[in-house]
Nanobody, 120 residues
Framework: QVQLVESGGGLVQPGGSLRLSCAASGSIRSINSMGWYRQAPGKQRELVAGITRGGSTNYPDSVKGRFTISSDIAKNAMYLQMNNLKPEDTAVYYC??????????????WGQGTQVTVSS
């Protein structure tokens, strides 16, 4: 079994910063890529940052220059530094990992989500 656990969400004022963390554990053989997604009420889940095992990253224009994704492969961990937060960044943020399990199955796994609220 594979578990992804997010932490670091909360309430922040516009212009503030937050750092999200994701820890993957369980029957993990190797992680191919990881990503942060978010879902605001009434909207579809969207990718906000992705990172491959090789370290390549990608961001949508809406967060480019404000959000930075990083990972620690040895610890199966991923982080999202969010700066200059805006009210429209308010959403539940989810950690995702595409990985091989120890029984050689490839799958996509999700965390339970962490709420980020940007409000004055």
């Amino acid at each position: 079994q594979v578990q992804l656990v997010e932490s670091g969400g909360g309430l922040v004022q516009p212009g503030g910063s937050l750092r999200l963390s994701c820890a993957a554990s369980g029957s993990i053989r190797s992680i191919n890529s990881m990503g942060w997604y978010r879902q605001a009420p009434g909207k579809q889940r969207e990718l906000v940052a992705g990172i491959t095992r090789g370290g390549s990253t990608n961001y949508p224009d809406s967060v480019k220059g404000r959000f930075t994704i990083s990972s620690d492969i040895a610890k199966n961990a991923m982080y999202l530094q969010m700066n200059n937060l805006k009210p429209e960044d308010t959403a539940v943020y989810y950690c995702n990992a595409d990985l091989w399990s120890t029984d050689f199955k490839y799958g996509s796994y999700w965390g339970q989500g962490t709420q980020v609220t940007v409000s004055s």
